[in-house]
């Protein structure tokens, strides 16, 4: 994997480079999307939920109490919890990067998911890559700044949502709608509602696939955790060099490899690299250039897979359900998956020492006036 120190001057070059992805239709396009549903639903719409007529999900700083689908959690038991669910984090992601290589970063990261939404609403109102390179290219004028103004508006609206919802998940988030609409919303609550919206602003629509490159650490160790079977996206050389095919159809004949070099495939992709160069550590194997490859290759009337997903080898593979299922049998996943399989026991075991939340009103009460208790 190419992994070369840079130089500050060239980190601020590159930070100032702007890169305009353009929009890819194709297997991993449309899973890609499904995350970004599955996701924000779960995030947006769990602090609604109710279970028994209270907030299903829910942090209560204020009586530090943590409410969970009708289980009641007091500070002695959140501590273990809270524990016990870094642990289990840490370990699903490690046990997830062994088995699956960088596709969380690829398709369910907060970062690449608000990225690909962020990017939604930029193609959406500025149009596809090179619709958003002539406006930038061009003098501001009326048509640009109301572009401009409606994109930034709309990021700014879903920033601030973000930011809601999230409060949402530590302070009663129909109480916090209420006291929002009377512009009556606490000092607190206000404060990281714009700090969570400023983050979401500032990352997905500007940092982008600089918060990955320079300040993800788990971006940084995951190299640790690869091995031989875990997934890449490859380019294959072996095939596509030397370049040309585009150019003549009958250029295999004539010593030609099967890229086309069209580049289109480093013009889809979120974090501006090119694939064929060999792996990189900028790649987050979300697969938007073998979707594009792939689109390339049917209109060239040539096989697909010139890139893909492989492990560890330099050509893409088949990645049908036998033969990950075969990759898994590995001793590091088998140990990984027993470890997260004890804490998520001890997790549960935990859960259900709990008292349920039906008493939660006398356990309450015990808290606020000890001395009345008995
Ligand atoms: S999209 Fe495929 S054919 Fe075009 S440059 Fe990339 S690898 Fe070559
Ligand atoms: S090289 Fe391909 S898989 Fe890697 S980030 Fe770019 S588009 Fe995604």
Known sequence: MRNSPQSTEQILRDTRRKIYSGSVAGVY?????????????????????????????LLDLA????????????????????????????CALLLFTVVAGRLFCGYACPQSVYTEIFLWIERWVEGDRLARIRL????????????KAAKHG???????????????????????????????????????????????YGNAGFLREQVCKSMCPYARMQPLLFDQDTPRVVYDSARGEPRGLGRELSAPAQGRGACADCSVCVQVCPTGIDIREGAQDLCIDCGACVDACDQ???SLRQPQGLIGYADGGARPQSW??????????????????????????????????????????????????PGQAS
């Open 29 to 57: 396009a449309r899973r890609r999307v499904a995350m970004v549903w599955v996701t924000q639903i779960l995030f947006y719409g769990a602090p609604w939920l109710l279970w028994n007529g209270r907030q299903a999900l």
């Open 63 to 90: 009586h530090r109490r943590l409410d969970l689908f009708g289980l009641m959690l007091w500070p002695q038991d959140l501590l273990l919890l809270g524990f016990l669910l870094l642990l289990i984090a840490v």
């Open 136 to 147: 930038d290219s061009r003098p501001m004028d009326a048509r640009k700044f109301l572009r």
């Open 154 to 200: 709309l990021w700014i609206a879903l920033a601030l949502w973000t930011g809601f919802t999230f409060v949402g998940y530590f302070s009663p988030i129909r109480q916090l709608a209420q006291d929002a609409s009377r512009l009556g919303i606490g000092d607190w609550q206000t404060f990281w509602i714009a700090f969570y919206a400023l983050a979401t």
């Open 296 to 298: 390339v290759m049917r």
């Open 320 to 369: 049908g359900p036998r033969q990950t299922w075969a990759r898994m049998r590995r001793p590091r996943v088998a140990l990984g998956g027993a470890v997260l399989l004890l804490l998520l026991l001890a997790f549960a075991g935990v859960l259900l020492r709990s008292p349920p939340a039906r008493g939660l009103q006398a356990a309450a009460t015990v808290v606020a006036a």
